[in-house]
């Protein structure tokens, strides 16, 4: 039973995590501009709007994923570079701040602020450690991550160009790393970084009030 319940908090964290940072993506292209990725239906809290089966299951049994692709159109955009830049840095940010709040939340579960509700301390744990995992995996220069277009848009042109004609080579070679496990040591480095740094926060905050 407690297997079962476990697997369900990190079916719900999963689902949330593809939705609230695919939605993020969207939308921040949306208010620069984009008004075709609204009427493409990606400005939603629709689950089914970021959901895919496969990057489901990567999520759920290697921690790792993404959401569904979100092709956004930088033309409509007053500054192009600067555009591509926070379409691809807020949904970082947002993850981030997402994952600082969760941790918060499971800390007050573990101190018996919130009760002993042992379900929701499990998934706002998870629901913190995957919004993580979102942020080391996505930075990766790789379609559909968020990582390709903000690396194409920093390099210089050359560089860019190059990163574009490997882009399906970069892609194979990282996938075939993540379920081989030979990525698995310097993602979770990353991981755990980020999350010592969320846990030290967030036990700031807690212990203010």
Not at 99 to 104: P, T
Request: some cysteine; glycine content about 6%.
């Amino acid at each position: 039973m407690d297997a079962i319940k476990y697997y369900a908090s990190i079916f719900l964290a999963t689902i949330i995590v593809m939705t609230t940072m695919g939605f993020t993506k969207a939308y921040t292209s949306y208010k620069l501009g984009d008004i075709a990725i609204k009427n493409k239906g990606k400005v939603s809290l629709n689950p089914k709007k970021h959901f895919e089966i496969i990057v489901f299951f990567m999520f759920i049994f290697f921690g790792y994923g993404w959401t569904a692709p979100i092709d956004i159109s930088p033309l409509y955009y007053k500054d192009r570079k600067k555009g591509n830049i926070l379409v691809c840095i807020v949904p970082f940010i947002v993850a981030f701040i997402l994952s600082l709040i969760s941790y918060i939340i499971y800390s007050l579960f573990q101190i018996g602020i919130f009760g002993k509700i042992q379900f929701l301390s499990t998934f706002f744990a998870n629901l913190s450690i995957l919004f993580v995992k979102f942020i080391v995996f996505n930075i990766i220069p790789m379609y559909p991550l968020f990582g390709l277009k903000l690396f194409q848009t920093i390099l210089p042109a050359n560089k860019a160009l190059m990163l574009s004609q490997y882009e399906r080579i970069v892609q194979i070679v990282v996938i075939i790393l993540l379920l081989s496990g030979l990525l698995q040591g310097v993602l979770q480095f990353f991981t755990t970084s980020i999350l010592n740094f969320i846990i030290i926060l967030s036990r700031f905050i807690v212990g203010i009030f």
